[in-house]
Every structure is written in structure tokens, then in C-alpha cells.
């Protein structure tokens, strides 16, 4: 395996547990999210696509850095940091949610876990939402405590991730529900394993609470899914495009709200919680929006890659919007792309024109996801 020990960022980025595994599996670039590496490189971006769909991946993912809430109003504070109902959140739930500001602005999109009766973890975008959440609490006069703990999650995703699993814990992980998690140990290692994941397809997090045994954590899990065809891999940005998956900064951040991305379903505005955005998203629900995510498929020879640039979207010889996500997708043999747009100015066939990074091309709108909109193959 090719060894790669010099990636010339500096000791402000910091690395994660399993960094050094990583390396020796064969990752050769990384990138930089919430201030820690991420390997982005572990070869073929498309084998690494196919991988996903036909065996399993293992990723290292603990860039989702966890804010944890403790304390007698645990609840309350997390609620109110939110915009989605969380009254009937069990403990040993997890809930996709947003985080918003007071004009009603997308600051963070992650997965709420209730580790326990008083107890959450905010499994993090890239942001930097524990300084927020600790000013919040500042003037909240709520009994709590926020912190960022030592927990570090694997992605473990792919159709094989569950015979994985119970080579791993035993066939009693098979009982474990979408969006539930289960605290488990594994070689001395305290874990909590959660039935979520960043790929539309199966898959569980793994997180870990010791950083120092992060390469014996990742090791396990290669050892025990060589007989299933695990290999070591990188979120899909092809999957997650297709699956119309959002990635905060691309496609989305403070100047976009939850109803512009049609996730009306995540803002509980009839209910009588209190969270911070309320008034503002009022408005914009009763002035309607102005703008929308929506999905493209771009014609023209197959992207070399996904887009490193916001590319303009035309109609009528004016720009309406912008490309936030595109790839090419090789099972569906087509260019495929989320964009932002005006509403009122596209015309009713839906064909618009992108400025690509290699010229103008036609598309043409559909929706979105672009494959298994149900989540069926998520949900096992």
C-alpha cells in the first residue's frame, strides 16, 4: 500500500482517530470539514461508487464532530434549537433535523441522536454549531451542559454492511430499526451504533468513544468484512447526489431556508414548541417562497468529476439560478444535478441552459431524488 505521511496542512487541522488507518488502507488525499481531515481519495471515485452498491464501504466520517447536551433541560435547549418536533423523540432515536437562526437561515443539518433520558448528541455538518449552541445557552437560563465529548463515527454502508455487523455483534443487530441506535462494545471498546449513514443505501455509524483506539476499531471492521467484499472508501458524492442528498455549503447554508429545499416536513411551526427561527419561518410560509431546489439532468459527454464551482443557470438569456451539486452518474448513464432557481423564471417545459466548467449545455428539470426517492434500499 502506498504510504502518505505529509499532506501540508498544519497542526490547526486536526486528525482523526482513525487518520492512521486510513493511510495504510490506501487513502492518498484528503480534504479539510469541520476543521479535520476527511479522507477523499482511496482511488477511482467510481469503483468506489460501485464498491457502495455491490459490497460495502467503511468511512471515515469522524468530521461529524458530536455537540453533547447534558443536564435537566437537555431537552428543552435542543428543541429550541430546532425547528422540527422532537416532543415524542424516544431514547435511542436519532432524527435527521435542522439547526436555523432567527431569519430562519440553515445553519447545520444533522442527525439528533437521544443517547439518553437527559443526554444528546448533534452529529454535526460542516459548521460550527457548538459555538453556537453554547451562546444560545449562555442567555437560555436552561440547567445544561455542552460540550464537545470524544466520539468519533465510522461509516459502515453498503448491502453487505448488516452480514458485517452480525460477523461483528451477533445476529441480534439485524433488530436494529432505521434511525435507532443501540450502545454496544467490541473489544473493550464502548460504542454506539446507529442505523443511519450519508449513502441512501444501508448502512449503520459506528461511534466510537476512545479516540485512542481508532485504528483498532477500523482493523476490526476490515478484518470482519473481508469475507463480504468490504473495502476501505470515501463518501459517494455520485450516491449522494443520486439519492438527492444535501451537503451544507453547497446546497445549502444561512441564506436558504427549509421550505426552499422542500423540507417543510422538518419545521413544526402548528406545534407549540418554542425554537429559535419561529417567527421568521412564519413569514416565509405565509408569503410563499421564491426560490427552489430542484433536480436537473444535463446533457452533453459524461462530467469528468463533480463540479468544483457554482455554475449559472440560464433562461431566456438570464440567469435564474445555479448548479449546487452535479456528477455524473454511470448506473444511470447521465449527467445529473441539484440546482437552486427563481420560480418565476423558467418556462413551464422546464429546459434551461448551465454554464459548465467545459461550456453551455442543455438541461432539462425533474425531481428529486434521482433514484429510490421511497430511501427503500436505505431502510432495509
Same mark, same amino acid.
Given at each position: 500500500? =502506498?504510504?502518505?505521511?505529509?499532506?501540508?496542512?498544519?497542526?490547526?487541522?486536526?486528525?482523526?482517530?482513525?487518520? @492512521?488507518?486510513?493511510?495504510?488502507?490506501?487513502?492518498?488525499? #484528503?480534504?479539510?470539514?469541520?476543521?479535520?481531515?476527511?479522507?477523499?481519495?482511496?482511488?477511482?471515485?467510481?469503483?468506489? #461508487?460501485?464498491?457502495? $452498491?455491490?459490497?460495502?464501504?467503511?468511512?471515515?466520517?469522524?468530521?461529524?464532530?458530536?455537540?453533547?447536551?447534558?443536564?435537566?433541560?437537555?431537552?428543552?435547549?435542543?428543541?429550541?434549537?430546532?425547528?422540527?418536533?422532537?416532543?415524542?423523540?424516544?431514547?435511542?432515536?436519532? =432524527?435527521?433535523?435542522?439547526?436555523?437562526?432567527? @431569519?430562519?437561515?440553515?445553519?447545520?443539518?444533522?442527525?439528533?441522536?437521544?443517547? +439518553?433520558?437527559?443526554?444528546?448528541?448533534?452529529?454535526?455538518?460542516?459548521?460550527?454549531?457548538?459555538?453556537?449552541?453554547?451562546?444560545?445557552?449562555?442567555?437560555?437560563?436552561?440547567?445544561?451542559?455542552?460540550?464537545?465529548? @470524544?466520539?468519533?463515527?465510522?461509516? $459502515?454502508?453498503?448491502?453487505?454492511?448488516?452480514?458485517?455487523?452480525?460477523?461483528?455483534?451477533?445476529?441480534?443487530?439485524?433488530?436494529?430499526?432505521?434511525?435507532?441506535?443501540?450502545? $454496544?462494545?467490541?473489544? *473493550?471498546?464502548?460504542?454506539?451504533?446507529?442505523?443511519?449513514?450519508?449513502?441512501?443505501?444501508?448502512?449503520?455509524?459506528?461511534?466510537?468513544?476512545?479516540?485512542?483506539?481508532?485504528?483498532?476499531?477500523?482493523?476490526?471492521?476490515?478484518?470482519?468484512?473481508?469475507?463480504?467484499?468490504?473495502?476501505?472508501?470515501?463518501?459517494?458524492?455520485?450516491?449522494?447526489?443520486?439519492? *438527492? /442528498?444535501?451537503?451544507?455549503?453547497?446546497?445549502?447554508?444561512?441564506?436558504?431556508?427549509?421550505?426552499?429545499?422542500?423540507?417543510?416536513?422538518?419545521?413544526?411551526? @402548528?406545534?407549540?414548541?418554542?425554537?429559535?427561527? =419561529?417567527?421568521?419561518?412564519?413569514?416565509?410560509?405565509?408569503?410563499?417562497?421564491?426560490? =427552489?431546489?430542484?433536480?436537473?439532468?444535463?446533457?452533453?459527454?459524461?462530467?469528468?468529476?463533480?463540479?468544483?464551482?457554482?455554475?449559472?443557470?440560464?433562461?431566456?438569456?438570464?440567469?435564474?439560478?445555479?448548479?449546487?451539486?452535479?456528477?455524473?452518474?454511470?448506473?444511470?448513464?447521465?449527467?445529473?444535478?441539484?440546482? /437552486?432557481?427563481?420560480?418565476?423564471? #423558467?418556462?413551464?417545459?422546464?429546459?434551461?441552459?448551465?454554464?459548465?466548467?467545459? +461550456?453551455?449545455?442543455?438541461?432539462?428539470?425533474?425531481?428529486?431524488?434521482?433514484?429510490?426517492?421511497?430511501?427503500?434500499?436505505?431502510?432495509?
Amino acid at each position: 500500500m =502506498k504510504q502518505v505521511t505529509d499532506f501540508g496542512f498544519g497542526t490547526q487541522i486536526r486528525k482523526s482517530p482513525y487518520f @492512521d488507518a486510513t493511510v495504510k488502507w490506501g487513502a492518498t488525499a #484528503f480534504s479539510v470539514y469541520n476543521h479535520m481531515y476527511i479522507p477523499r481519495d482511496f482511488g477511482d471515485p467510481e469503483q468506489n #461508487f460501485w464498491n457502495l $452498491l455491490n459490497s460495502a464501504i467503511l468511512c471515515d466520517v469522524a468530521v461529524e464532530r458530536q455537540v453533547q447536551i447534558t443536564g435537566p433541560d437537555a431537552s428543552q435547549l435542543v428543541q429550541f434549537l430546532t425547528p422540527r418536533d422532537l416532543s415524542k423523540m424516544a431514547v435511542g432515536q436519532c =432524527k435527521y433535523a435542522l439547526i436555523t437562526n432567527a @431569519d430562519g437561515g440553515i445553519l447545520n443539518d444533522p442527525i439528533i441522536l437521544r443517547v +439518553g433520558e437527559n443526554k444528546y448528541w448533534i452529529s454535526l455538518a460542516d459548521s460550527d454549531v457548538l459555538l453556537w449552541a453554547q451562546g444560545v445557552a449562555v442567555n437560555a437560563g436552561l440547567d445544561v451542559h455542552i460540550c464537545e465529548p @470524544d466520539v468519533s463515527p465510522l461509516q $459502515l454502508q453498503g448491502p453487505r454492511s448488516m452480514d458485517i455487523m452480525k460477523a461483528l455483534f451477533g445476529d441480534e443487530i439485524a433488530t436494529l430499526k432505521y434511525y435507532w441506535l443501540r450502545t $454496544l462494545t467490541l473489544d *473493550g471498546m464502548e460504542l454506539i451504533v446507529s442505523r443511519t449513514g450519508w449513502s441512501s443505501e444501508l448502512g449503520y455509524e459506528i461511534y466510537l468513544q476512545d479516540g485512542s483506539r481508532g485504528s483498532d476499531l477500523w482493523d476490526a471492521f476490515m478484518s470482519a468484512g473481508k469475507p463480504f467484499g468490504l473495502k476501505p472508501g470515501h463518501t459517494s458524492t455520485i450516491r449522494r447526489i443520486e439519492g *438527492g /442528498m444535501l451537503s451544507y455549503h453547497a446546497d445549502m447554508d444561512n441564506m436558504t431556508n427549509p421550505f426552499e429545499l422542500g423540507l417543510d416536513r422538518l419545521v413544526a411551526l @402548528d406545534s407549540d414548541a418554542d425554537f429559535i427561527g =419561529k417567527t421568521a419561518l412564519s413569514a416565509i410560509r405565509d408569503k410563499g417562497i421564491t426560490r =427552489k431546489q430542484i433536480g436537473l439532468i444535463i446533457e452533453g459527454e459524461a462530467f469528468a468529476g463533480p463540479n468544483t464551482s457554482f455554475w449559472p443557470v440560464i433562461c431566456n438569456d438570464s440567469v435564474v439560478g445555479r448548479v449546487t451539486s452535479a456528477v455524473y452518474s454511470p448506473r444511470l448513464e447521465k449527467n445529473i444535478a441539484m440546482a /437552486m432557481i427563481e420560480l418565476a423564471s #423558467f418556462d413551464a417545459d422546464g429546459v434551461v441552459s448551465v454554464e459548465t466548467s467545459s +461550456g453551455l449545455r442543455s438541461a432539462h428539470i425533474t425531481g428529486l431524488p434521482f433514484y429510490d426517492p421511497s430511501k427503500n434500499l436505505a431502510k432495509g
